[in-house]
């Protein structure tokens, strides 16, 4: 079992900046692949930003690409999302979740997830 607690999530205005944090406990870190995905208030969760176990590779959702970086400190058990140039579009529930492969995780296939943290963007 992996539990993953997100934090950092807020209000913030447009143009704005905000880090969300995922804190992992129970299994080796270090095993899983991990992703960052979202829920907007009537859409579907959408993927958001997936990291390889190492960290050596990264992927994106289109409507992100420049503007958030994911990352991951393994000695830690923390993936990380710095979310830059934020827009009212990004508002959503934002969750961590972690998987076999960073493959996988990019395609919604997930063994954990947490319990969400909020980001609210105004304009």
């Known amino acids: 079992q992996v539990q993953l607690v997100e934090s950092g999530g807020g209000l913030v205005q447009a143009g704005g900046s905000l880090r969300l944090s995922c804190a992992a406990s ?26 390889s176990r190492s960290g050596g590779r990264t992927y994106y959702a289109d409507s992100v690409k420049g503007r958030f970086t994911i ?3 393994n000695a830690k058990n923390t993936v990380y999302l710095q979310m830059f140039s934020l827009e009212p579009e990004d508002t959503a529930v934002y969750y961590c979740a972690a998987g076999a492969i960073v493959f996988e995780v990019v395609n919604g296939r997930t063994d954990y997830w947490g319990q969400g943290t909020q980001v ?3 304009s």
Do not use: N
């Open 26 to 51: 129970g299994r080796t870190f270090s095993l899983y692949a991990m992703g960052w995905f979202r829920r907007a208030p009537g859409k579907e969760r959408e993927f958001v930003a997936g990291i």
């Open 71 to 73: 990352s991951r400190d």
């Open 120 to 122: 609210t963007v105004s």
